[in-house]
């Protein structure tokens, strides 16, 4: 009988730890194995029909996570983010090339570090917290993302441009599917019409300050010379297609 062959992997530690998951669920542990990028997932990566769909990353991860176990759609957008970095490195090394201010420089995406968060924050393991609008004193609560919300928005979104093309209504959207009740009133339509109508500009910009400052990430950025803060790496085409520009 055929040994099975075992593919090299790593473990990833997520940024969120695990602790914003249900306790039956895999990604409880705060860790994901993913195996090394190989031809297969090569294929995954230059399937037109997957381009074309939006999904080609989403297919490359799945295919490296090795639990088959983890519900995908459960993974918080940080979480995701880091396992994008994983995966880069995994399949083509840790030096990623771009240009900034006109010049090639080089990042050794081994040296990202996962944001750190206030964990005293999180209550009983739930992904849901409180927030006062500084402006109006409103009490909400709201969740992290994760990416089955992430789609829901994709395609409201898709929806919306449908009827109107000239609609762009990306950041109000993001805040009904991330706000959970508004002075205690979950109902999904009171919800949508604070939003719409009561929840101030200052407020808003206030509240998603906060939550990304609160949200565990990967903190991708470099720091130049030239810069007296942190720069975002770009995440272009040859992120993962290093040789697209060849």
Wanted: glycine letters at 6%; charged letters at 30%; proline letters at 4%.
């Amino acid at each position: 009988m055929e040994q099975e062959r075992k593919f090299p992997s790593e473990v990833i530690d997520l940024p969120s730890k695990g602790l914003l998951y249900s306790a039956d669920s895999p990604l409880k542990s705060g860790t994901i194995e993913m195996k090394y990028m190989t031809a297969k997932e090569e294929d995954i990566l230059t399937n037109q029909n997957y381009i074309q769909k939006g999904v080609v990353i989403d297919k490359l991860l799945q295919s490296l996570i090795i639990d088959k176990s983890i519900n995908y759609s459960d993974l918080l957008v940080g979480d995701k983010n880091a396992l994008l970095v994983a995966a880069r490195v995994l399949g083509y090394g840790k030096d990623y090339e771009f240009t900034y201010a006109g010049e090639k420089v080089v990042v050794d995406l081994t040296a990202i570090q996962n944001k750190q968060f206030d964990e005293s924050l999180i209550k009983d393991g739930k992904n849901e917290f409180d927030y006062e609008l500084p402006s109006t004193g409103t009490k909400i609560t709201f969740k992290l993302l994760t990416h089955a919300d992430e789609q829901k928005i994709d395609q409201e979104l898709k929806g919306l441009k449908k009827m109107n093309k000239d609609a762009s209504p990306e950041v109000s959207t993001r805040l009904k599917y991330m706000i959970t009740s508004v002075e205690g009133n979950g109902e999904t339509k009171d919800i949508r019409e604070f939003v719409d109508n009561h929840f101030l500009a200052r407020d808003s910009r206030a509240f998603r300050k906060y939550i990304a400052e609160l949200q565990p990430d990967v903190d991708l950025k470099f720091y130049p010379e030239d810069a007296e803060e942190g720069v975002d790496i770009p995440i272009g085409v040859n992120f993962l297609w290093p040789d697209a520009n060849l």
